[in-house]
């Protein structure tokens, strides 16, 4: 089983419908603001500070891997409804904050591997969605 942690854009609903043609096992934690997965009997909508519920209902579900899809603003730190792992866990993330959105990611991804959670690309049920190598306009770039 695969957990699809998804946020706002139409990127997670065209992941969706790739797993779901290919039959494969899910759930979403769904963390748009406007829970547009909640229709989906498997979707759970979770606040970006409830580390505790992600990582239990992770596990709970069985699920070995994650796949983020979607846009997640960056939450006011101070104003965030933290449950007990939130707290364990949110002064490592506000630490990578500092160091920009991609640390902030990195950090989610070591503490998910610390709980045997693996991170898959997003692009793996979709690779149709990104381009190949190369140059795809009329102008090259010099050496």
């Known amino acids: 089983m695969i957990g699809l942690i998804f946020g706002e854009t139409d990127f997670p ?4 419908k790739t797993i779901k043609k290919k039959k494969i ?3 979403i934690v769904d963390l748009s603001k406007s829970k547009k997965f909640k229709k989906d009997k498997k979707s759970y909508a979770v606040s970006i500070g409830q580390f505790g519920k992600i ?5 709970e579900n069985k699920c070995k891997q994650v796949l983020f899809a979607g846009k997640v603003n960056k ?3 101070s104003k965030l409804k933290l449950d007990l792992k939130g707290i364990y866990y949110i002064p490592r993330i506000i630490k990578a904050s500092k160091l920009g959105d991609a640390a902030i990611l990195k950090e989610i991804i070591k503490i ?3 709980n ?3 991170t898959e690309n997003s692009l793996k ?3 149709e969605l990104s381009l190949k190598k190369g ?3 009329k102008v090259k770039p010099s050496k």
């Not at 609903?13 to 969706?16: A, Q, T, V």
């Open 116 to 118: 045997n959670i693996k």
């Open 55 to 59: 990582i239990n209902i992770l596990k």
């Open 25 to 27: 096992k899910y759930l």
């Open 75 to 77: 939450p006011n730190f």
């Open 112 to 114: 998910l591997a610390q």
């Open 13 to 16: 609903k065209e992941i969706l």
């Open 125 to 127: 049920f979709n690779p």
């Open 135 to 137: 140059n795809f306009s």
